[in-house]
């Protein structure tokens, strides 16, 4: 027998599922929005946990100054505003938010994912921007430096990678903790395909829409001039490089996995 869903529940289930988005929407521009106009204070919530990971993972001791930040006299590093990631917990909790909300049945199942959200996207800022930091001034110290090759240019390619390796490393994890709230038809292999451009594009989209998109259209209609072209570049390029081998391992992952189930079909 078939059971037909009503058109009123389809369009209420609708409903709830736009309201939630646009609750994830507001958190993500206030947050933006914050981030944008705060200083050092304001920014404790973040910058105190962060430098107190710093310092477990180097062993280099922070202590805050009004208006600056955390600085460390012995390494000559500032923990200031600018490094206190938010960008990247707001990628990191639109892309969660996203990826879980279509698949919450009721709203305070979508309130909860949201909740969950926000958390896991602020741990993951402060474990990941603490890395960041400490491999940072391991790197400022290393004598690899010469021509092309500044301090500048490297603290930045090694803060893409970084970033977006994580995101990249996150949303495998969302997938398993929130699958599809559908069936999908297509055949095995063309779900791991689209399991895996998932796994990638996704990543790609929410880090580029959150760190260079919107700061974009900012600046233009701040009419404070366009976002530096080396930044851009340098956001592209290596996000694109950590795309294609983040896939080309997942790959090879999959391929070892299909010949080991194959191998082992064989022998039973």
Not at 22 to 27: F, K, Q
Not at 80 to 100: E, H, K, Q, T
Request: proline share 4%; glycine share 6%; aromatic share 12%.
């Amino acid at each position: 027998m078939n059971h037909v869903i009503p058109v009123s529940t389809n369009r209420s289930a609708l409903f709830k599922i736009g309201v939630l988005y646009l609750v994830a929407a507001a958190l993500a521009v206030g947050l933006k929005v914050h981030y944008s106009r705060a200083d050092s204070r304001a920014l404790e919530w973040i910058l105190k946990p962060t430098a107190f990971l710093v310092e477990c993972l180097s062993g280099t001791p922070f202590t805050p100054e009004a208006g600056t930040g955390y600085i460390s006299n012995d390494r000559h590093t500032v923990i200031a505003p600018g490094c206190a990631g938010v960008n990247f917990l707001i990628a990191s909790f639109c892309m969660a938010a996203c990826r879980g909300l279509t698949s919450r049945r009721s709203v305070r199942a979508g309130v909860c994912w949201l909740g969950f959200s926000m958390a896991a996207a602020t741990a993951l800022t402060l474990c990941v921007n603490a890395v960041r930091i400490t491999l940072s001034m391991h790197l400022y110290e290393a004598d690899i430096y010469g021509g092309w090759l500044t301090p500048d240019r490297v603290h930045r390619i090694a803060g893409c990678a970084i970033y977006f390796l994580s995101l990249s490393l996150f949303y495998p994890a969302l997938q398993k903790i929130a699958p599809a709230g559908y069936r999908s038809e297509l055949p095995e292999k063309a779900k791991r395909g689209v399991w895996m451009a998932g796994a990638g594009l996704s990543p790609f989209f929410w880090y580029c829409l959150i760190v260079l998109v919107i700061p974009f259209f900012n600046r233009i209609l701040r009419q404070t001039g366009h976002p530096a072209a080396e930044h851009c570049w340098t956001v592209l390029t290596v996000s694109a490089v950590v795309f294609l081998l983040v896939f080309l391992i997942r790959s090879a992952w999959r391929l070892m996995e299909l010949k080991r189930v194959a191998t082992e079909s064989k022998q039973n």
